[in-house]
């Protein structure tokens, strides 16, 4: 299940290229160019006051050259991206002045137009290709630095620690990079790239590469993003660009038949070189993902691929000891290095950009002034062959060999370190920016980290680490053996503390003895003396008391006795003097012994509690990632969830559509039948419609002669009524002449 997972989650982080490549396949789009659409916009709106007669701000629209050219202030269209350029900006009125000048913005289809014919790269006319950037990209590419960024120097933040796959051993090590600024190191597992920190050895994520096999590894100047080359041998091979930060795919470039085996970024992040066994170096611009052009001079494998720092140069090494550094913008040879006896396996540039390091297996790393195209300087390196070099900042190389060996070289071939641990040949080296931290792969797929200034403190990371579940399992068998030895030692400890503090005790106690009968000894000896000085007193008193020698003898005697007694005495108290004497030396002996083993069970209780403390802290480090595993996969059966409940939903909305669809063709089929029958009534119609156009046309004339008739007879009958009156007039003048009126 977790490495069904782990492709899920691979599939899901490289869906968005994948997308869009498919889309790009099914649905071909329309090709916007300057001659065809753009040129009429142009001139319609732009080029009363900005074309070659009357260049306004000397900017002319009316030409591509001129259009691509800009004005005063610089370019007017940034190719690929609509949202940067003025020109955009100003015809949409997002931006004063606006243009056209006291008009209305232009026509929306138009805007369109511009904008599109913009992000597929400005194609000038039908022959030109179009070359749409991702924005994406080119946004988070914007910021590129040659030197250290801003702020702490980038580092993985969110990447999981899951593998892509899990395996028992890992494969001869292919691939390996060190971060120019922070102390990280990245090396090349299966389908996979794993993240260390080089301090504390800590895995800190995986980028999954399920194109294949990583092959090379490279960070931008910068070291914000990480380039990965690789694929499947003799199969297929492109190089990824991914944020360090995130993993997060940035862009993809190239389209090989056969596995990426070397890869570089630009320092300023626009390009790509990659080569490998189809023996031509190929040089695509990121943000399109087009083919910018290629070189094809090599005659085998291409192994070895670097930008110099300052991007003028492109350096490249081949399986048959040819080395070639080409002009980087153009792709013209610029020098041919030949001087190797062996395949060229490892190439870097000194931070100045003037020297060029070659590693051969041949055995010798050399170095080339690339002012005068020029061998300086020559070293056997490593026995068997060198196949990996890398400069530091402070121009030390590190290299790596069939030897089995890392080291340490100065620019004149002085060694400097070595470092030992890696069982079979050396096949991979980095070295962090500021040479603190060196790392090598061997063939054996074993990859050993090491301190700089200390490699005997060197430890071991995986290309292929175990998965989260198998971490947690391990961490927690860990903490529990490291508990159960803990419980055992730390009783042992607290028994050797009891044992100590009774042992204590004892020496106290024999101390006071000791003290006791030394005081004795010294008291019963003054008292010896005392009486030893009384016995010459009395022998100087029986020689001048002769009389009284009698009873001195008697006392001399009773003294004597005395004397003896004491001796005696002081012979039994020497004697338990030297009896304590040696039972102090032995019970002092016992205490230190003793002292030994209590320090030495606290020493180890000490140890093992620390461990104890790492293992519970890696036991909750693998937990947190099991939690972040298990939120992804949530999140992730939450989508596959919700893609179901859309399929299900569409599949009932395309039934019903269907039987809409069924409906409506029977209604169509009824409309039909009905359009035939009125079709047919319509012919008769129309036969009927002419019949009565004939009647109305004969009608028609009819009437206009009826009228004519009826207008003649309106004018006969005003003229009539005229003359009536005429007449009636007439009549009464003449009645009223001539008295005849009635």
């Known amino acids: 299940m977790p490495y069904r997972l782990s492709i899920m989650i691979a599939f899901l982080l490289n869906l968005p290229l994948s997308l869009s490549a498919q889309e790009s396949e099914s649905s071909p789009e329309k090709k916007i160019t300057f001659d065809e659409h753009i040129k009429p916009i142009f001139r319609e709106h732009c080029t009363s006051c900005h074309s070659e007669s009357d260049k306004e701000s000397d900017l002319a629209l009316d030409t591509f050259a001129g259009s691509l050219a800009g004005g005063s202030s610089g370019a007017v269209i ?92 890992s494969s001869a090590i292919s691939a390996m990079a060190a971060s120019p600024w922070a102390p990280l190191i990245v090396v090349g597992g299966q389908s996979q790239v794993s993240c260390y920190h080089c301090e504390t050895g800590e895995l800190l994520g995986v980028i999954p590469f399920p194109e294949g096999e990583p092959q090379s590894l490279s960070f931008t100047r910068d070291g914000q993003q990480l380039l990965i080359g690789g694929g499947r041998h003799s199969h297929s091979g492109c190089a990824v660009l991914v944020d360090i930060k995130t993993g997060e795919r940035i862009a993809k470039v190239g389209d090989e038949l056969d596995i990426v085996l070397a890869a570089d970024i630009s320092p300023d992040k626009k390009r790509i070189a990659l080569a490998g066994p189809q023996k031509t170096v190929r040089v695509y611009d990121t943000f399109s993902g087009e083919l910018v052009f290629e070189m094809k001079k090599h005659t085998d494998w291409v192994f070895a691929l670097r930008y110099s720092p300052d991007g003028v140069l492109l350096a490249t090494g081949d399986r048959s000891n040819g080395l070639i550094v080409w002009e980087a913008d153009s792709g013209l040879i610029y020098a041919e290095l030949n001087a190797h006896k062996g395949e060229v396996r490892g190439l870097d540039f000194r931070a100045d950009s003037n020297v060029l390091a070659s590693g051969s297996l041949d055995g010798t790393v050399k170095l080339w002034d690339m002012l005068e195209s020029k061998e300086i300087k020559s070293w056997t390196a490593h026995a068997g062959g060198v196949c990996s070099l890398s400069f530091a900042h402070n121009g030390l190389i590190a290299s790596a060999g069939q030897d089995a060996r890392v080291k340490i070289w100065n620019g004149n071939g002085d060694l400097q370190k070595e470092f030992q641990g890696l069982a079979e040949a050396a096949l991979e080296v980095a070295v962090t920016g500021d040479g603190s931290f060196v790392a090598g792969g061997d063939w054996n797929g074993k990859v050993q980290l090491w301190p700089a200034a200390d490699p005997a403190q060197g430890k071991f990371i995986a290309a292929n680490p175990p998965s989260i579940a198998r971490r947690a399992e391990l961490a927690q068998a860990e903490l529990l053996a490291v508990q159960a030895e803990f419980t055992a030692v730390d009783q042992a400890a607290l028994d050797a503390t009891s044992a100590l503090n009774d042992s204590k005790t004892k020496l106290n ?63 039994t108290l020497d004697s338990q003097a030297s009896t304590s004497q040696a039972a102090l030396a032995n019970i002092e002996t016992s205490f230190q012994q003793q002292d030994i083993l209590s320090k030495a069970a606290i020493e180890k209780r000490d140890a093992v509690s620390a461990r104890l403390t790492l293992a519970k802290a890696a036991a909750d480090a693998a937990a947190a990632d099991k939690a972040a595993l298990d939120t992804k996969a949530a999140a992730i059966l939450q989508r596959n969830e919700q893609t179901a409940a859309t399929v299900k939903s569409l599949v009932e909305k395309v039934s019903v559509a269907v039987d809409q669809q069924v409906a409506q063709q029977l209604a169509v089929e009824k409309l039909t039948a009905q359009l035939q029958s009125l079709t047919d009534q319509l012919e008769l119609l129309k036969m009927r419609a002419n019949e009565a156009k004939a009647g109305q046309a004969q009608a028609t004339q009819l009437l206009e002669s009826q009228s004519a008739q009826a207008e003649a007879l309106k004018l006969q009958l005003e003229a009539a009524e005229q003359a009536a009156l005429d007449a009636q007039s007439q009549l009464r003048l003449f009645q009223e002449s001539y008295g005849t009126a009635n």
């Open 78 to 169: 940034s190719e690929g991206n609509s949202s940067s350029s003025r020109l955009f900006a100003l015809i949409t009125h997002a931006e004063r002045p606006y243009m056209p000048p006291d008009q209305d913005a232009i026509p929306k289809e138009q805007i369109d137009l511009v904008k599109t014919w913009i992000e597929q790269g400005m194609p000038e006319n039908n022959g030109s290709k179009i070359k749409r950037s991702n924005n994406a990209a080119a946004s988070m590419l914007s910021a590129s630095s040659l030197g250290k960024p801003d702020g702490p120097p980038p580092m993985p933040a969110s990447l999981l620690r899951q593998p892509l796959v899990e395996s028992l051993r």
């Open 509 to 571: 106690a024999a101390q006071v003895a000791s003290q006791t009968a030394t005081q004795d000894l010294g008291e019963a000896r003054k008292r010896s003396k005392t009486l030893a000085d009384q016995a010459l007193k009395q022998d100087e008193l029986i020689q001048q008391l002769e009389a009284q020698l009698a009873a001195a003898k008697q006392e001399r005697q009773s003294l004597a006795q005395q004397v003896a007694q004491v001796d005696s005495q002081i012979a």
